[in-house]
């Protein structure tokens, strides 16, 4: 069982940057591989980003690939999303999740835990 808590949302100007965090509890964290997705009211969940295991692979959605970056540092359980020149159309409900997956992947539905969420709100 793998329990994931998100922090670092907010309210942030077009052009600004926020980091989220999300931490993990169990000793397995670093088998998993680990995403972000994000969903925005009405829409369907989205992928945003994933990385495997060791952190030398990761995998970005078109739409945040050059401004988001994602990372983990498996000592501490936590697994980050660096996110820059954030626009109005990133503001969502952002959650990670765990798979267990020997390689990264964009499907939620591989993914076997996850987090409720941080609110990330980018206004004009």
């Known amino acids: 069982q793998v329990q994931l808590v998100e922090s670092g949302g907010g309210s942030v100007q077009a052009g600004g940057s926020l980091r989220l965090s999300c931490a993990a509890s169990?000793?397995?964290?670093?088998?998993?591989?680990m995403g972000w997705f994000r969903q925005a009211p009405g829409k369907e969940r989205q992928f945003v980003a994933a990385i495997n295991w060791s952190g030398h692979s990761t995998d970005y959605a078109d739409s945040v690939k050059g401004r988001f970056t994602i990372s983990r540092d498996n000592a501490k359980n936590t697994v980050y999303l660096q996110m820059n020149s954030l626009k109005p159309e990133d503001t969502a409900v952002y959650s990670c999740?765990?798979?267990?997956?020997?390689?990264?992947?964009?499907?939620?539905?591989?993914?076997?835990?996850w987090g409720q969420g941080t609110q990330v709100t980018v206004s004009s």
């Open positions: 169990g000793r397995t964290f670093s088998m998993y591989v």
């Open positions: 999740a765990a798979a267990q997956s020997l390689r990264t992947t964009t499907w939620g539905g591989d993914y076997d835990y």
